[in-house]
């Protein structure tokens, strides 16, 4: 079965500095899909990025990118110029095709902004 | 109201009691999702509607009973919880079943007393 592991229940950056939370996985699967949830306070989980995982290029969306090593099965996320409603609970989720064809939560990252 | 939305954002029962959680998706999906989200462990599949049909049930305990009158409602309905099903329950759909792109609305925060 696949598992997600997020190494750091908790991390803290001070505000326009930059962060990067860790997450690997482990699967057999040669194509699948990483995400990246956002869940501040108002509990909304919220779809922050997604990787293909025959895709080659980091996905980007905007302040938001990732470092996908596909060998290694890391998933990071690199938030940059971090803002104060930045600060929430981060999953990294894992789909793939095969199996159970569900999301694989890890058990999250809580990021605080410092002002 | 756009996305997907829940109702009661809050509930407080009694372990005797029977309540009931709404959804409601303005996306267009086919597919929707009752996840159970509780302290300090992963998001957990609860079940999975495709069509209005159940097409998943994650051995979940018969005092969750999900309902889904048509593709834009899911209901949950609950009937004598222990304190330990005290958690978010979140849901969310997707445009097809099993689809790895889903949306979630802001979940209800249950206690059972």
């Known amino acids: 079965a696949q598992t997600v592991t997020q190494s750091q229940p908790e991390m803290s950056v001070q505000e326009a500095e930059t962060v990067t939370l860790s997450c690997t996985y482990d699967?057999?699967?040669?194509?699948?899909?990483l995400f990246w949830y956002k869940q501040p306070p108002s509990r909304q989980m919220i779809l922050v990025i997604r990787?293909?995982?025959?895709?080659?290029q980091n996905a980007t969306e905007n302040r938001f990118s990732v470092n996908f090593q596909k060998a290694a099965k890391s998933f990071s996320l690199k938030i940059s110029d971090s803002q104060l409603g930045d600060a929430a609970m981060y999953f990294c989720?894992?789909?793939?095709?095969?199996?159970?064809?569900?999301?694989?939560f890890g058990q999250g990252t809580r990021l605080t902004i410092n002002p | 109201e756009t996305g997907v939305t829940q109702t009661p954002r809050h509930l407080v029962m009694g372990m005797t009691n029977k309540k009931s959680l709404k959804c409601e998706q303005h996306l267009g999906h086919n597919a929707m999702y009752w996840y159970k989200q509780s302290a300090k462990k992963p998001l957990e599949l609860m079940f999975v509607?495709?069509?209005?049909?159940?097409?998943e049930n994650n051995s979940v305990p018969s005092r969750f009973s999900p309902e889904c009158p048509n593709s834009s409602h899911l209901f949950l309905h609950l009937h004598t919880l222990q304190p330990e099903d005290s958690a978010l329950y979140l849901c969310a759909s997707s445009q097809d079943p099993f689809q790895e792109t889903q949306y979630f609305g802001p979940g209800t925060r249950l206690l059972v007393l």
């Open positions: 509607y495709s069509l209005e049909e159940r097409v």
């Open positions: 989720a894992y789909w793939g095709f095969q199996g159970a064809q569900k999301l694989v």
């Open positions: 990787q293909e995982a025959y895709k080659q």
């Open positions: 699967t057999s699967e040669s194509d699948y899909y």
